[in-house]
């Protein structure tokens, strides 16, 4: 079949975009474009808050991760039997933000000098940690850790990096409760004393 220049690029065009959508329908493609970063940061409100405002992020869903019991709920977590940490799985696209600078920013959102607590929340569930998924980004976390450490900024790091195991998605009030529930989301963060704390430690966001 023989076509004029103009029609040809015309039928190349609808051929592309006929391919481009074929691809987004097929299952799995779509998801190519993002990867996956987890970090416990106490309080997982609001470490959701915290990235879910970060240009490049997807999404942050809110769960439980570094522990021995399978399948866990709120209340087997939050009363520090089961070993796991209240953590987020971030989504994100990395042609627009980078691993590294997610790192940057958590540390940014945590106390990383205390132990098995955040803020007002006490307890081996709300430990500071990355929890990585590969050696690359096992990599970046442990050089971001010995840059905070010879900054001398801090005199103890205590946050955890650690390999990370099946991540359990948290119930569904818990996801974007900070959207869902925006007075008592800031109430609990103010009372918590969570802003005031890291600008002590970070200064000015």
């Known amino acids: 079949m023989n076509l004029r220049p103009g029609r040809a690029r015309r039928f190349a065009g609808i051929a ?9 329908a097929v299952p799995g493609i779509a998801k190519e474009a993002t990867a996956t970063a987890i970090f416990a940061g106490g309080c997982f409100w609001c470490t959701e808050s ?5 240009d490049g992020v997807v999404e942050a869903v809110s769960g ?5 019991v399978r399948n866990p709920d709120y209340k087997q977590v939050s009363a520090g039997a089961t070993g796991h940490a209240e953590a987020v799985r971030v989504s994100y696209h990395p042609d627009e933000i980078r691993y590294s600078e997610l790192v940057q920013h958590f540390w940014r959102t945590i106390d990383p000098t205390v132990k098995d607590q955040q803020f007002c929340d006490h307890g081996r569930q709300y430990r500071s940690a990355i929890f990585y998924e590969d050696a690359e980004q096992k990599q970046i976390a442990e050089d971001s850790l010995k ?3 010879a900054s001398g900024r801090f005199e103890r790091i205590e946050t955890e990096i650690s390999q990370a195991g099946p991540f359990y998605e948290a119930e569904d009030h818990h996801q974007d409760y900070y959207k869902k529930n925006p007075v008592r989301y800031k109430f609990y963060r103010w009372n918590c004393g969570r802003d005031q704390r890291l600008e002590e430690i970070w200064g000015e966001p």
């Not at 592309?16 to 987004?24: D, E, G, K, R």
């Not at 915290?50 to 970060?54: A, H, I, M, S, T």
């Open 64 to 68: 439980y991760i570094g522990g021995d």
């Open 147 to 149: 840059a905070l450490q």
């Open 50 to 54: 915290d990235f879910e405002k970060l």
């Open 16 to 24: 592309l975009a006929s391919l481009a959508m074929t691809l987004m």
